[in-house]
């Protein structure tokens, strides 16, 4: 049972890119993405689909020049929206991890959502390209998120050796890591989970 409408609008224009991105945290998984960039829509497909959010994300950006202010500035939007749908964090269980395979690719995602913005990433591979996307873009986008929506994250690869199959469990464990962290605790009655009453 929701305790509050837990959705959030977010809009970011700067002069390298125009973003709307919509989040509901109480969703069935539908995502409707268009980023100029499809690796990162199917990448988005997988969060929605893996951790039970709405997403609606619209983005233009300057990816003639390259995909990183586009892949930032969305990191940016998801985690001001996170943000604004937790607003005081009542009631969330707070913690979430998932360690996620897909063939030869492990990985594990552990943060917290704590109002404490810090991100460990842990991806050694050998090559990096998927088509025409750097994935090493990725760790941009969740510091981006991280800094943005006061989340605490580690992330590891533990294997993997398709840069696509590597991307594709990162995005599912991150997925069920916030699914999990942001569902609501019924035992906590709608409190903050902290001792200190604030997060």
């Known amino acids: 049972m929701r305790l509050m409408t837990r959705e959030a609008e977010i809009h970011r224009k700067t002069k390298e890119t125009d973003i709307r991105f919509r989040i509901d945290l109480d969703g069935q998984g539908q995502c409707r993405s268009q980023t100029e960039i499809p690796f990162l829509d199917h990448m988005f497909n997988l969060v929605a689909a893996h951790g039970f959010f709405n997403l609606e994300i619209n983005a233009k950006g300057d990816i003639q020049v390259d995909n990183h202010h586009t892949v930032e500035d969305v990191g940016i939007c998801m985690g ?111 409190v903050v989970p902290s001792t200190k009453g604030i997060l």
């Open 80 to 190: 001001k929206a996170l943000k604004e749908a937790l607003g005081e964090r009542r009631g969330i269980s707070r913690y979430g991890e998932a360690t996620v395979p897909m063939d030869e690719a492990l990985a594990r995602v552990v943060l917290d959502i704590s109002n404490r913005p810090f991100l460990s990433y842990h991806v050694e591979m050998p090559g990096s390209m998927v088509g025409t996307f750097d994935i090493r873009l990725l760790k941009e986008f969740f510091r981006a998120l991280t800094n943005h929506g006061g989340v605490t994250m580690h992330i590891d690869l533990l294997s993997g050796e398709n840069p696509h199959h590597v991307a594709e469990v990162i995005f599912k464990a991150f997925a069920r890591a916030l699914d999990h962290a942001t569902n609501l605790e019924s035992r906590l009655g709608g």
